[in-house]
């Protein structure tokens, strides 16, 4: 009685398989059918290899492209570029009320949009400890664990700039975790409370 190949559907006889009905996609007596598609599955494979290094090819190249062609790394000096990368600062911090009315502290967070840019833009940006003298927290629960990390951070990138740092707790989110975490933070900042 035939009975159809669990891997290309072909049905086969058992009497006259020495190997039994199932065809091995492995096995070099396997139906053509079966064989094929093991060798396409290998070539597949092969090509998703190759799909990969030219992936980390192309970020290697498009790295060093970015870099040979960003005219604010290679034609301006260093110095002044940190003073542009200062310029796209706000001018002062806001107050607590316009803090919690926008969603995110975008403009505060400049510091880490420039050096976002490139690795160039990164380096220089770490190098210039003035881009970090403002520090805005805003202590929400899902930030708890890594603000003091984030924070430790980003005075350490400040170097010994004069620092302003502002906390902001909203009243009616405050629980027991955040006033730990509050605290935490007001601690971390008086380490560095001399600037």
């Known amino acids: 009685m035939a009975v159809p190949c669990p ?5 086969r006889n058992p009497a006259q398989d020495q190997d039994g009905f199932i065809c ?3 096995d070099p007596n396997a139906c053509l059918p079966c064989r094929e ?4 599955d290998d070539k597949i494979e092969e090509m998703r290899t ?11 190249l498009k790295m060093h492209v970015n870099s040979s062609h960003d005219r604010v790394t290679r034609d301006i000096p ?7 990368f200062q310029l796209c600062l706000p001018e002062g911090l806001p107050s607590a009320n316009i803090a919690y009315k926008v969603k995110s502290l975008r403009t505060l967070g ?3 949009i420039l050096s976002a840019v490139s ?22 629960e899902r930030n708890l664990h890594s603000l003091p990390i984030l924070t430790n951070e980003w005075l350490e990138r400040s170097g010994e700039c004069p620092l302003s740092i502002n906390i902001y707790i909203r009243a009616s989110t ?10 935490e933070l007001i601690k971390l900042a008086c380490q560095y409370s001399s600037r």
């Open 37 to 40: 598609m093991v060798e396409l």
């Open 24 to 26: 091995s996609p492995k």
């Open 7 to 11: 891997y290309c559907n072909r049905l």
């Open 110 to 112: 400049m510091p880490l």
């Open 78 to 84: 260093p110095e002044i570029t940190a003073e542009i």
């Open 50 to 60: 190759a799909i990969v290094e030219m992936e980390i090819k192309r970020r290697e």
């Open 119 to 140: 690795r160039r833009w990164r380096q220089m940006a770490l190098a210039s400890p003035r881009l970090w003298s403002n520090v805005a927290l805003r202590l929400m």
């Open 174 to 183: 405050t629980t027991t975790n955040t006033s730990i975490q509050g605290r």
